[in-house]
């Protein structure tokens, strides 16, 4: 195990220091809803390190490392810029050394939560150094000793692997330092005639092992140098890094939504830096970044809130104690505790503590959004079949349907459907009623009441397109139906039935509308209308259209 990785092991394990950033996590037994919420914000941190004054003269000063670590910390501390809630600088004298950045290093281990988003940056020399495994590459401290850079520097690939192990889940490390010898870099002297031996085995950069929401910006690519320009009075990647936030915004927001993310400000700073020195210094980056969950470095405020995740949390106990969530196929840990997820609609399956599925659905997410998981249960929204008992009742003017049904009907249905919840489809519903309807009187042509009644029998099929939006779900469609009129036999003065009345089979078509409330994730109210129009004679003047309308309530079950 290298060396750095020890320490960073060993420091990690003691006592935390306290700290100023405000407490996460379950507050007070009196808090409310709202002040769960809050305690469940995502923060903004950041740790700036510019070293510009080192105690060996091998490694030389630099003029723009300080300079180019406040200006970082100044945008990315303005509330209308980065708009990041806490920014360590470490510039002075005592905070630049390994072990004072060790200690940064650790708390900030201690206090990130998934769901906070993290910036460190770093300014100063980087270098090489060739042991028994070949080269290695470190960033220098302000008290880096040539000749014992493994317990003195900052190990490049330790401190990779570290910040990937951060809590935060949207974080990204930027270095304006180049490690061959040239510019932002220093390299001892004994080891010059064997950097080009070891150059091939190195790598400063690669994305295997990186979070879903990781970025690591370098100011220069292996073996090319990072320069500072006295013309622009920085680091020249910072320099143009600076402008990405700032003043230069408006062209390196790719995307137009307001904010400028890592990949953008990078892309614009490689570009503008490589436009600089005519090709000499050309930055490189790696990125993972899924959906939403790229690290936002400046942006209007307002923008930012839209872009902020979305959390599920659970710390109430009780049957979601030791579940695990899986989002989008992919595990995200277990409950109690937090789960920061980008805006938007995913595939959230919670499993049980025996491995059946509690919850397995699509979800829509809102940016800053706090769910509990036990609510996911009447959010979820996914591909399955549905089946309602709704009962009502309708009728139609009192000119036509006097003469069929009296004043109306009354009606019993069955339905069965089904709902697509993903693809293009997504939202797109078909769906069959069954029913019976039953009228107790209707009148002659005459209007004198006939006490003898009818029936009804409905069957037909219905599709159309509806969203859902949160427990309410709202279906639009289009039905056709087959109506059978049976031979009356109900109780009553009997009258003379046409021939024609006998056994009638007709059609009818119309719109549909269905309103859902979901209870849980298996039951939902609904209420349910639909306006038909047959074409019937009736009363022996000729065939024309004749509306019905009828609206039922019931329960509907989700199989």
Known sequence: MRILALALG????????????????????????????????????????????????VFGELEYAATDARSMAAVLGEPTGGGFERVDLRVGPGQTGRAALLA??????????????????????????VDERGGRLYLLPADAVPGRLAETGLDLEALRDFFGELPAERKALIVDACFHGQGKSAIDPALSERIADVMPSLAQSGIRGLGSGEAHLFASTLGRPAFEDRTLGHGVYTHFLLQALTWGQADADRDLDGLVSA??????????????????????????????????????PEARREREQALLFS??????????????????????????????????????????????????????????????GVRVREERLLLALRGGGGGGPPASWGLLWGDGLGVAELWAGGRLGTGKARNAWLGAPLGLSI???????DGAELKHGRALVHAGI???????????????????????????????????????????LFGSTGPSLQVSLDVNRRLAWTLAFTAQAAFLDVDGAGVRAHPLVLATMGVELAP
Do not use: K
């Open 10 to 57: 060993l420091l990690l394990a003691g006592c935390a220091t306290p700290s100023t950033l405000r407490p996460r996590g379950l507050v007070s037994s009196a808090s409310t809803a709202a002040e769960l919420s809050r305690a469940l914000e995502g923060r903004r941190v950041a740790l700036v390190i510019g070293v510009d004054h080192y105690d060996s003269s």
């Open 104 to 129: 940064d290093l650790r708390r900030l281990r201690a206090e990130l939560l998934p769901q906070d988003a993290f910036v460190l940056y770093f300014s100063g020399h980087g270098t090489l150094d």
């Open 263 to 300: 990949w953008e400000a990078h892309d614009h700073a490689r570009t503008l830096t490589e436009q600089h020195t005519s090709g000499v210094q050309v930055p490189e980056a790696s990125f993972r970044v899924v959906g939403l969950n790229d690290v936002v470095l400046s942006g209007r």
């Open 315 to 376: 710390y109430g106990g009780g049957r979601w104690d030791g579940t695990s969530l899986v989002v989008d196929g992919r595990a995200r840990g277990l409950f109690p505790g937090t789960h920061p997820l980008p805006a938007g609609r995913h595939h959230v399956v919670v499993r049980g503590t025996d491995g059946t599925a509690i919850v397995d659905g699509m979800v829509d997410l809102a940016g800053g959004e706090s769910v509990r998981a036990a609510d996911l």
């Open 439 to 445: 009228s107790t009187r209707r009148f002659d042509a």
């Open 462 to 504: 219905e599709g159309g397109w509806g969203p859902e939006l949160g427990r309410f779900g709202l279906r639009l469609g289009w039905q056709l139906r087959a109506n059978l009129v049976p031979v009356a036999r109900l109780p009553g003065v009997p009258h003379a039935t046409r021939e024609e009345e006998a056994g009638w």
